[in-house]
């Protein structure tokens, strides 16, 4: 849940409330209660980021009470004061019901709160970010100045199918449904390679002693479970790194996600760099060795899987090169259309025709 008051954020969750190891982790530069063996983030600074728009975070979870201040320190120039914690001895709020941890953020100036209003709007914040959160199944924002509210919902997964998952995407502006998209998830654990642990990129990145890292294709769903490609002119962010780049274009038209190293205000993707070459061929071993073979058995999907899959030149670079173009290829070489019998053909082995012209044909012929 996020909460805009006037000039400060305060920022709550439901789950496990903090021990010692997660305030000790918060509170050291470039660690984390998380490991390297994870597939997920692992590197520490997720917090840290909040000392860009604060000179005062309080964190309440659990037993502990604690906040970061720099006008604690006469000289907090020369004082770390971002990683010494400062206990609160009379908590002005409380934790104990239905969101065990919060975070009150203070801002540092008050020109940062149009920023935080615009970055949690629809068109930053849209309903997608929920997809390839693993632990984050609804998020709840509230703007008390302007009396306005947002909650985007994620169902369990809806697929009895271990090799691919469904959700349903609600969001609903002051609790009146707005919009409501289902999505189709395939996902693939990759084991990093020695080469990529060794390049010098992934080690600036402190990326080289991790063990794994999970690669996502998303394709859309309508309400029938069909699979549907979105019309122009709707607004599109279809490439995560745990969230939304918005400014970087796929080309596709579906959504996709891995870690892939962006620069700090997540506008650009890291360039020549190994490990994002890498995340985006895995993407494209996914497609080729889950996504088509898997749609092409199921009835639902059959028919236009290549379609939503082929996508024309275009987009940036990085998913041209390593999804699109080789995606490209794979589609006009192997056997990935339903002919009429059933069976899978090449494009050079069929021809398509309309009814009209069909109807001429004898069985003969």
């Not at 050291?28 to 597939?39: C, I, L, M, N």
């Not at 302007?146 to 998952?165: G, H, P, V, W």
Request: hydrophobic content about 35%.
């Amino acid at each position: 849940k996020i909460e805009i008051l006037n000039n400060q954020l305060l920022i709550s969750n439901n789950g496990l409330p903090f021990e010692e190891v997660n305030v000790k982790s918060i509170c050291k530069v470039g660690r984390s209660s998380k490991t390297p063996k994870d597939y997920i983030g692992y590197l520490g600074v997720g917090f840290k980021s909040v000392f860009l728009i604060s000179e005062s975070p309080a964190v309440h979870s659990g037993n502990y009470h604690f906040k970061f201040s720099k006008k604690e320190w006469a000289d907090a120039i020369h004082i770390p004061w971002q990683i010494i914690p400062i206990w609160i001895e009379t908590p002005s709020i409380s934790n104990d019901g239905t969101y065990k941890t919060k975070f009150l953020i203070p801002l540092k100036e008050l020109k940062l709160l149009d920023k935080i209003k615009e970055e949690v709007s629809p068109l930053h914040l849209n309903d997608r970010i929920l997809l390839f959160l693993r632990y984050v199944k609804e998020i709840h924002i509230k703007n008390t100045e302007d009396k306005q509210s947002r909650t985007i919902k994620k169902s369990d997964n809806l697929s009895e199918n271990k090799e691919y998952e469904i959700y349903q995407i609600e969001e609903y502006e002051n609790e009146n449904l707005k919009n409501r998209d289902k999505w189709l998830l395939f996902k693939s654990v990759c084991d990093v390679p020695s080469e990529i642990k060794e390049d010098y990129v992934t080690k600036e990145w402190e990326r080289d002693n991790i063990e794994k890292r999970e690669v996502l294709v998303a394709l859309k769903l309508n309400e029938e479970n069909k699979l549907i490609i979105e019309k122009e002119g709707t607004a599109h962010i279809g490439v995560f790194s745990f969230l939304p780049l918005k400014e970087i274009p796929s080309g596709l038209n579906f959504l996709i996600h891995a870690d892939f190293l962006t620069n700090p205000g997540r506008g650009e993707l890291a360039r020549e760099c190994l490990w994002n070459d890498w995340l985006a061929s895995e993407i494209y071993n996914l497609i080729i060795s889950k996504v088509i073979p898997i749609s092409l058995k199921n009835g639902l999907w059959s028919m236009n899987i290549t379609e939503v899959l082929y996508s024309n030149q275009g987009g940036h670079e990085l998913f041209e090169k390593n999804i699109k173009e080789p995606l490209r290829e794979y589609l006009e070489n192997n056997s990935v259309l339903i002919a009429e019998d059933g069976s899978t053909a090449k494009a050079d082995e069929v021809i398509s025709m309309t009814s009209e012209v069909k109807s001429l044909f004898t069985e003969e012929d």
